[in-house]
């Protein structure tokens, strides 16, 4: 099936399927009045300016209760509250989740309740009505919502041109490795996702729900030693930093820069962190603060890496799947930093068919290993992938 970019919606409860038509605008959820106090957020922010949010972006809202109630609220104003407007008409919940919806284009929607979970896409408010109508109308508590518009362009090209006589920076850029939705190579039927199944390319599948043969959660471009590579967004360095990689059997150290960004302000903040990998030199510290289009550093091939090219990856750190907030940090040891759990694909999903996996498929359910370092990797992971750049800066890809 395809999502329906005429209003309709499209749900997937697993394997099952459902449509409706056009409901209103802005809706909210059942509540029960409670007394208990709301629990307040254990994150604490790093100190990160903030991109402005794109016109025609409004903000949404999860509540849940002790008693398992809950409570589902979009407005469609960039400046409003909905978790305000939720907890003064019945205190006493938790927010679960609070970001950002698209007005106007294609968002996904996805509720998680003790008696299972439903995926929704479709354009406007049409996805958010539907999974609040489907939820209440299978008497579904315990319930959380998380919503991503299918596109936020905050983003631009993560490279620069090579040198002042380039006209086009992409000019010797290369078409990229892509990023697979499949993180833990499981035996999936890529004709779910309206592709063909193929004999060996199923543990591997593209935004496009095609059976790949690829294991990163990133992408990978070729392009000359000695590019500028560039911050996608303003933001916060992280780290740059030389890792000790030899435990891979890579020659050390390998080159490599974290930037965080937020976008927008306050509780409805989302924020992500961009990683850049096998750079030659820094041209940032750790704790600067950058500007899009800043250099960060040249490219080079430091590290594991076979040739001149840029690793570049994303992770959202705000409304995963299984988790509100990613408590993102850099270790020393293994792949450096803590999990995959909200890796994306900034071009996001785009498959014929079905919603993206990554932020459904391994939810509720088993226990999954992390193959290099023999661990159980983390419960419910998992983020709906969005496509962040902005008009004209698309880096190439497949």
């Given at each position: 099936?395809?999502?329906?970019?005429q209003?309709?919606?499209?749900?997937?409860?697993?394997?099952a399927?459902?449509?409706?038509?056009?409901p209103?605008?802005?809706?909210?959820?059942?509540r029960?009045?409670?007394?208990?106090?709301?629990?307040?957020?254990r994150?604490?922010?790093?100190?990160?300016?903030?991109?402005?949010?794109?016109?025609?972006?409004g903000?949404?809202c999860?509540?849940?209760?002790?008693?398992?109630?809950?409570?589902?609220a979009t407005?469609?104003?960039?400046?409003?509250?909905?978790?305000?407007?939720?907890?003064?008409s019945?205190?006493?919940g938790?927010?679960?989740?609070?970001?950002l919806?698209?007005?106007?284009?294609m968002?996904?929607?996805?509720?998680?309740?003790?008696?299972?979970l439903g995926?929704?896409?479709?354009?406007?408010?049409?996805?958010?009505?539907?999974?609040?109508?489907?939820a209440?109308?299978?008497?579904?508590?315990?319930?959380?919502?998380v919503?991503?518009?299918?596109?936020?362009?905050v983003?631009?090209?993560?490279?620069?041109?090579?040198?002042?006589?380039q006209?086009?920076p992409?000019?010797?850029v290369g078409?990229?490795?892509?990023?697979?939705?499949?993180?833990?190579?499981?035996?999936?039927?890529v004709?779910?996702?309206?592709q063909?199944?193929?004999?060996?390319?199923?543990?591997?599948?593209?935004?496009?729900?095609?059976?790949?043969?690829?294991?990163?959660?990133?992408?990978?471009?070729?392009?000359?030693?000695?590019?500028p590579?560039?911050?996608?967004a303003?933001?916060?360095?992280?780290?740059?930093?030389?890792?000790?990689?030899t435990?891979?059997?890579c020659?050390?150290p390998?080159?490599?820069?974290?930037?965080?960004?937020?976008?927008g302000?306050?509780?409805?903040?989302e924020?992500?962190?961009?990683?850049?990998?096998?750079?030659?030199?820094?041209?940032v510290e750790?704790?600067?603060?950058?500007?899009?289009?800043?250099?960060?550093?040249?490219?080079?091939?430091?590290?594991?890496?076979?040739?001149?090219?840029?690793?570049?990856?994303?992770?959202?750190?705000?409304?995963?799947?299984?988790?509100?907030?990613?408590?993102?940090?850099?270790?020393?040891?293994?792949?450096?930093?803590?999990?995959?759990?909200?890796?994306?694909?900034?071009?996001?999903?785009?498959?014929?068919?079905?919603?993206?996996?990554?932020?459904?498929?391994?939810?509720?359910?088993?226990?999954?290993?992390?193959?290099?370092?023999?661990?159980i990797?983390?419960?419910?992971?998992?983020?709906f992938?969005?496509?962040l750049?902005?008009?004209?800066?698309?880096p190439p890809?497949?």
């Amino acid at each position: 099936m395809r999502p329906s970019r005429q209003g309709s919606a499209q749900a997937w409860a697993r394997h099952a399927d459902a449509t409706a038509g056009n409901p209103p605008l802005e809706r909210t959820g059942r509540r029960k009045l409670v007394v208990a106090p709301a629990a307040p957020s254990r994150r604490v922010r790093r100190l990160v300016p903030a991109t402005d949010v794109p016109q025609g972006y409004g903000r949404y809202c999860s509540v849940s209760y002790p008693t398992g109630g809950w409570a589902f609220a979009t407005l469609s104003q960039g400046d409003s509250d909905p978790c305000g407007a939720l907890l003064a008409s019945s205190p006493g919940g938790t927010i679960e989740r609070a970001g950002l919806w698209d007005t106007r284009g294609m968002n996904n929607v996805l509720w998680n309740c003790r008696q299972g979970l439903g995926i929704y896409a479709a354009q406007g408010s049409a996805a958010t009505a539907f999974a609040y109508d489907d939820a209440t109308s299978k008497k579904k508590t315990h319930c959380v919502f998380v919503v991503a518009p299918q596109r936020l362009p905050v983003f631009g090209l993560p490279w620069g041109k090579t040198d002042s006589g380039q006209s086009d920076p992409n000019a010797d850029v290369g078409m990229p490795s892509v990023f697979n939705f499949n993180i833990y190579r499981e035996d999936w039927d890529v004709t779910e996702f309206g592709q063909v199944q193929e004999p060996g390319w199923n543990r591997g599948v593209d935004r496009l729900g095609r059976g790949r043969s690829v294991r990163e959660s990133a992408y990978d471009w070729s392009m000359p030693a000695g590019k500028p590579i560039v911050s996608v967004a303003r933001g916060r360095v992280l780290a740059a930093r030389d890792r000790d990689v030899t435990a891979f059997g890579c020659p050390s150290p390998q080159k490599e820069i974290y930037v965080q960004h937020r976008v927008g302000e306050g509780e409805y903040a989302e924020e992500f962190v961009t990683y850049y990998a096998h750079v030659s030199s820094f041209s940032v510290e750790t704790g600067d603060i950058v500007q899009r289009g800043q250099e960060l550093g040249k490219n080079g091939t430091t590290g594991c890496s076979s040739g001149d090219h840029l690793h570049f990856g994303v992770w959202r750190l705000t409304n995963l799947s299984g988790h509100r907030f990613h408590d993102f940090r850099l270790q020393d040891t293994g792949y450096g930093v803590n999990g995959l759990r909200g890796t994306i694909d900034p071009f996001g999903w785009a498959a014929p068919s079905h919603i993206d996996p990554w932020a459904w498929r391994y939810l509720n359910g088993n226990t999954y290993w992390d193959d290099f370092e023999s661990t159980i990797a983390v419960a419910n992971p998992g983020a709906f992938s969005i496509n962040l750049w902005r008009e004209g800066e698309t880096p190439p890809f497949e």
